[in-house]
């Protein structure tokens, strides 16, 4: 029973690399999220999709692409690398974002931008 | 693991204490809300949750209480354990189907 799978668990890259982050869920949710999360900032919403085929920005969405092209995956994409993009991100998914959104969440990944 | 804890308000308690973590939200229009536990070097874990229309719901060791009038949430742990050392986050339903996270509380509990 994996729930939530981020590939890979660590990168590092240099300033201006791309690179892609993976996010399967085998629990048939509608729902999935990125999240950066940075030391004593709590958790921050990059982008989300309500459900396949779409996506939406969150509260921090610049430097960062998205795609949902089949139910059960949500890619992170950058483009361009900055430092500032240094952070652990963590996929979520929920089976109803709407009235009991409980979100469940990958290991995360750790990224370094040198 | 990587250290989200800088930086964050600690709780330090001895073990078999009953812990209380508060957490502050900001809309008054929130229906919904999440407690999560993270573990060093892990994702969020869901711990309870409790709609508006409720002020008190429990679990196993856990309490949330909810007031509304002062907006604000209380995750309470009963007989606190080592292994419940972690940081704690509150989460509020902000509406388009996302969650919008507090910053979080470390709870450090010693033997």
Redesign the interface.
């Given at each position: 029973n994996a729930g939530?799978t981020q590939t890979p668990k660590f990168r590092v890259l240099k300033t201006g690399q791309s690179m892609t982050l993976l996010c399967a869920q085998d629990m048939n949710h509608e729902?999935m999220?990125w999240y950066r999360?940075d030391?004593?900032?709590?958790?921050?919403?990059i982008h989300?999709s309500?459900g396949e085929g779409t996506t939406?920005k969150?509260e921090v969405p610049d430097g960062y692409n998205v795609s949902r092209l089949k139910k059960q995956n949500f890619l992170l994409g950058l483009e361009s690398a900055a430092p500032s993009q240094t952070s652990?991100y963590?996929c979520?998914s929920?089976y109803d974002?709407?009235?009991?959104?409980?979100?469940?969440?990958?290991?995360?990944t750790?990224l370094s931008v040198l | 693991g990587e250290s989200v804890g800088l930086h964050l308000p600690t709780l330090s308690v001895q073990e078999g204490d009953n812990s209380i973590i508060n957490c502050a939200y900001s809309n008054s229009a929130s229906d919904y809300f999440i407690w999560y536990k993270q573990e060093s070097g892990k994702g969020p874990q869901f711990i309870i949750d409790i709609r508006s229309n409720m002020d008190k719901r429990q679990g196993q060791r856990v309490t949330v209480l909810l007031n509304k009038t002062v907006k604000h949430l209380s995750l309470q742990i009963a007989a606190t354990q080592p292994g419940d050392s972690a940081v704690y986050f509150c989460a509020e339903n902000s509406g388009y189907s996302t969650l919008t996270f507090g910053k979080g509380t470390m709870l450090l509990v010693s033997p």
């Open positions: 939530v729902y999220y999360q030391p004593g900032m709590g958790l921050r919403l989300y309500v939406a969150g652990v963590f979520a929920s974002g709407l009235a009991k959104n409980i979100q469940y969440f990958g290991a995360g750790r | -």
